[in-house]
């Protein structure tokens, strides 16, 4: 890309594209004629946030498609892919900010999207920490209901009862233990305390800091549970599969019901204060309904 050949409306969306990323302000640009220039924007923000620090490995706001491929604005190109779960802008509803992704309500089913860019994932692949979080506005909580999940890797998850019980849901991080070549062993989670409810928004994220060993899971802007791993297991870096697409709204035949907006991960662990201001920002769309 030649950045010398920004033009002034060029460089408008850029500006956009840093605040978006900052968490400043959300927009919606939905006209394929913008598209190009937003392609120049994203490209640019990529070495900004780089340089910044960010370590964003996905922003995903369902507020912009072309068929089932939903766009990440992060500037990583992880976009999503929905054909394989038959999603696309039928699919869009009203979400916290602009749109949402309503997946097997009523009579739909097998409905998820598959993020990243085949066979180099490595920019979905964090290793000394990771964030995910995620609106969402659950429908039906049995079973095993995926958020967002890359596994191995990390996996936020709204319900789950098969194997292990945390129906307020959790969060989970595929850990280096060394000595263990056991997954279940590996498989570190923490659940949330507080329940949430069907019907409402909610704002789920999961983080773990391996400098620290902490895991922790925040509800609605307020940190609701930590746990610090045992000591001793030598490495607590984070171990990740190379094969696997993120997938939002399923993983292994288990399906999230409800709507999910602004799904977003990064590969730090964010701070109680950042978290606060991500579910301000959905609180100030006017969509959110506090119980
Ligand atoms: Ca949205």
Redesign the pocket.
Known sequence: MNQKGFTLSELMVVIAVIMILSGAV?IRINEARHRAKIANGLNFSKQISAKAGIGVMGAW???SNEGSIFYDFSGRGNDCDGSLGSVNGSDLVE??????LDLNTGSDSGEYLRCGVSPDFSSLEPIEAVTIEAWVKTDDQTGNRFIATKWYGYSLESYRSGGVNAPNGRFCVFVERDGSATPNEKTQCIQFNTGHFNNQWHHMVGTYNSDTRKLEVYLDGKKDNERILASGWGSYLIENSTANYLTIGMYASNYFSGVI??VKGFKVALSETEIRKHYVQGLLSGKYVSD
């Open positions: 959300f706001s369902f507020d979400g916290v900010v602009g749109q949402g907006d602004e």
